[in-house]
């Protein structure tokens, strides 16, 4: 499963933001591992500097194998919480994608 990381202008994507953002996709999602050709985030700060309170966007949207994108979006505060939640969305809903599968096949 191949993990790429989007930022826009108002984020920096640094070594240590990718490698972190990576660890914890990896880590959550590794069940499905063999399910999913590829997770693609899409990391943004909608109002810049800003004081804004909820403006860390991230979508996350992975490949299954031989299907549509399945796309997942998550707005807090913080950019990690953003990440953590998006990623906790998305499990659940491959779990529910899953076990479709599994009932139906």
């Known amino acids: 499963m191949l993990i790429q990381i989007n930022t826009d202008k108002n984020i920096e994507g640094t070594t240590e ?6 660890s914890l996709l ?3 999602l590794q069940r499905f591992d063999e399910y999913l050709t590829r997770v693609e985030v899409f990391l943004s700060d909608e109002n810049a500097s800003r004081e804004a309170g909820n403006d860390k966007k991230c979508i ?20 990690y919480l ?3 939640t998006a990623a906790e969305k998305m499990f659940l809903t491959l779990e529910k994608s899953v076990s479709k599968k599994r009932v139906q096949g």
């Open 17 to 22: 933001l990718i490698t972190h953002f990576t």
């Open 26 to 28: 990896q880590d959550r």
């Open 60 to 79: 996350l949207e992975v490949r299954p194998k031989g299907q549509d994108p399945i796309v997942v979006t998550a707005v807090t505060d913080n950019l």
């Open 82 to 84: 953003s990440v953590k």
